[in-house]
């Protein structure tokens, strides 16, 4: 019996590498992920949005004193990380605590439908603006030349 392995041609690994495909996978492992969030969610408390903006501020603090303490961000663009921070948490945690609310107002469906594109949307968001979506093995230049 003869076994075969496969290649990567440089074609597919060139496809992989490419923006559009980098966001259409955010996107879906995105809407995956939030799907079954609101799949699975089932409330265990009463919504509480004070909760949920003090916990948006002390992370958002702790966030910047981490990074600002590293070193990573200077005096100059503090007011602009600050803000970026807070955008982030923001989202994030008012769309985690946005599932009571609609599974109260229309049913698992919705709420299904709902985290999914809110998951679709924050995938969209971390490949194009925020993180960074690489294949296994592939290296930025600016590791390759430490």
Do not use: C
């Amino acid at each position: 019996m003869k076994i075969e392995l496969r290649k990567t041609n440089s074609k597919q690994r060139r496809n992989q590498s490419d923006p559009v495909y980098s966001t259409q996978r955010g996107v879906v492992v995105g809407a995956a992920i939030g799907l079954y969030m609101g799949f699975f969610f089932r409330p265990s408390r009463e919504p509480d949005l004070g909760f949920v903006f003090g916990l948006i501020l002390v992370a958002t603090l702790a966030t910047f004193a981490v990074r600002y303490y590293r070193g990573s961000v200077s005096r100059a663009t503090a007011p602009r990380e600050l803000l970026r921070s807070f955008a982030f948490y923001f989202f994030a945690l008012l769309a985690l605590e946005g599932r009571h609310y609609v599974l109260n107002a229309a049913g698992p469906l919705t709420l299904a439908l709902f985290t999914t594109g809110l998951g679709a949307l924050s995938g969209y968001l971390w490949v194009n603006f925020g993180g960074s979506v690489r294949n296994i093995g592939e290296v930025q230049r600016d590791e390759q030349d430490r």
